[in-house]
């Protein structure tokens, strides 16, 4: 089992920039493809990014490419999003994902979120 804690949200003013952690707990959690997806309010949970087990491969949302980064750190169990530029529809709560079937369309674990609002 995995257990994932995100960190670092807040409130921001547009064109600004955050950086959010999400931490796992677990000796497999290196053996998982991690996304961050986000829900903001009334509406569906999104994809955001992905990063596969190696952090080889990186994939991203139209909506934040060229704006944001996923990368991780298997030594410290931690994955990333570098978000820049950011914009009041980026306003979110933001969770990160354990990758269940190479696409980020399953997931099997979910970390309890953390909460970005940026402002206009």
């Known amino acids: 089992q995995v257990q994932l804690v995100e960190s670092g949200g807040g409130l921001v003013q547009t064109g600004g920039s955050l950086r959010l952690s999400c931490a796992g707990s677990?000796?497999?959690?290196?053996?998982?493809?991690i996304g961050w997806f986000r829900q903001a309010p009334g509406k569906e949970r999104e994809f955001v990014a992905g990063?596969?087990?190696?952090?080889?491969?990186?994939y991203y949302a139209d909506s934040v490419r060229g704006r944001f980064t996923i990368s991780r750190d298997n030594a410290k169990n931690t994955v990333y999003l570098q978000m820049n530029s950011l914009k009041p529809e980026d306003t979110a709560v933001y969770y990160c994902?354990?990758?269940?079937?190479?696409?980020?369309?399953?997931?099997?674990?979910w970390g309890q979120g953390t909460k970005v609002t940026v402002s206009s």
């Open positions: 990063i596969s087990w190696s952090g080889s491969k990186t």
């Open positions: 994902a354990t990758d269940a079937g190479g696409n980020f369309r399953t997931v099997d674990y």
């Open positions: 677990g000796r497999t959690f290196s053996n998982y493809g």
